[in-house]
Every structure is written in C-alpha cells, then in structure tokens.
T-cell receptor, first 107, second 114 residues
Framework: NAGVTQTPKFQVLKTGQSMTLQCAQDMNHNSMYWYRQDPGMGLRLIYY???????DKGEVPNGYNVSRLNKREFSLRLESAAPSQTSVYFC??????FGPGTRLTVT | GQQVMQIPQYQHVQEGEDFTTYCNSSTTLSNIQWYKQRPGGHPVFLIQLVKSGEVKKQKRLTFQFGEAKKNSSLHITATQTTDVGTYFCAGVSGGGTSYGKLTFGQGTILTVHP
C-alpha cells in the first residue's frame, strides 16, 4: 500500500516548456487535489476532483489543467511554464493524505 | 473568499518549553484540520475538529476549536527536538462534505533548540 505517489520528484523547465505532473493513489478515495506550496503562503489549492470524471477549479487555477484519468490517477499539466510557477506541488487524496511532492523550477 | 490566518509565523523555543499556534478564519468553519510538515517533507494529517468548543489531546499536543467555530489552537507541552517543523491549520467551510476544499493557514515554523 503505497498511499499517494507523485512523479517526478524534481523537475527543471525552461520558460514556455510544458510538462505533466503525475499523481496516483491506491486507497480507493473518490476525491483528489492538487496544491502548490510557496514560502510564507501555506498551501493553495489549484484544482480538485470530487470523483472520477469531475474536476473543479481551486484558488489558483490559471496556467494549469488537470485530468482525472480514472479513480486512481489525477494529473496536473503546465502547458507553457512560467517562472511564477516555480513551487513545490503536492497531490492529496481524500483531502488529508498527501504525496511526497514535486519540486519544480522554471528558469 | 474564505481566509485563514495563522500566528505566529515563526516560533523559536528551548527544548522543554511550551508552544502554541493560533488559527483564525474569516468565516465560520464546518471543521478544521491540523497538519505537521517536517523540513523537506509533505504535510502529515494530525487531527480534525468538528464540534464547537471541542478539545482533543494527542500525548503532548492539545487541539481546541473555538465556540464560534472560527478559531482554533494547537498547544504543545514540553517541546522536544522531534517537534521541529511547520504546523498548518486548514479550515473547511460550507457543509463539510467529503470533497470539501481546505483553506490552509500560512503555517507556524517551530524551531526547538536543545
């Protein structure tokens, strides 16, 4: 039972590049979430999925898209990365189970 | 929108001293959760408070939810070096459904000097 897994752990992108952050959970939870964490800002919700097939915007959705591929997987895509998206990204399931995070730097 | 403010932002204590962090919401919450994040780690769920005036204890940690369900506190008695990390509160408003959104406070960074 791995809980919530995220890939990659680290990533460096150039401005304008795109990438997808992957998240999977094996706890059979309906809801999944994407947060970003910046120093002094706490965690801010980007998008969430209440159940398979549904997604909704959170507090800071601009510049991101998500896909709830199935009950297990919830991906976050940056179509054209910007330096302001440099952050640590956490995926969570059932609100309270967090993955290890992806540390993203955009130069 | 809903705002959750947490103070203090930083707290330095000597090992054995007590520590308290406070959380205040701009709106009434259906429940509040507390998390701990070790340096370089991910948030780890500690507890959820649901009832007005609720007090829960976990060993040296005491959690309180205010009567108006707009504020909360976490108190650690006799801190240890293992308590080092950032403590976050996160509030849920609007019915507390299982997929309700959490609004996080900015966190309190606790440093414990041996």
């Amino acid at each position: 039972n791995a809980g919530v897994t995220q890939t990659p752990k680290f990533q460096v992108l150039k401005t304008g590049q795109s990438m997808t952050l992957q998240c999977a959970q094996d706890m059979n939870h309906n809801s999944m979430y994407w947060y970003r964490q910046d120093p002094g800002m706490g965690l801010r919700l980007i998008y969430y999925s209440a159940s398979e097939g549904t997604t909704d915007k959170g507090e800071v959705p601009n510049g991101y898209n998500v896909s709830r591929l199935n009950k297990r997987e919830f991906s976050l895509r940056l179509e054209s990365a910007a330096p302001s998206q440099t952050s640590v990204y956490f995926c969570a399931s059932a609100r309270q189970y967090f993955g290890p995070g992806t540390r993203l730097t955009v130069t | 929108g809903q705002q959750v403010m947490q103070i203090p932002q930083y707290q330095h204590v000597q090992e054995g001293e007590d520590f308290t962090t406070y959380c205040n919401s701009s709106t009434t919450l259906s429940n509040i959760q507390w998390y701990k994040q070790r340096p370089g780690g991910h948030p780890v769920f500690l507890i959820q408070l649901v009832k007005s005036g609720e007090v829960k204890k976990q060993k040296r940690l005491t959690f309180q939810f205010g009567e108006a369900k707009k504020n909360s506190s976490l108190h650690i008695t006799a801190t240890q070096t293992t308590d080092v990390g950032t403590y976050f509160c996160a509030g849920v408003s609007g019915g507390g459904t299982s997929y309700g959104k959490l609004t996080f406070g900015q966190g309190t960074i606790l440093t414990v000097h041996p």
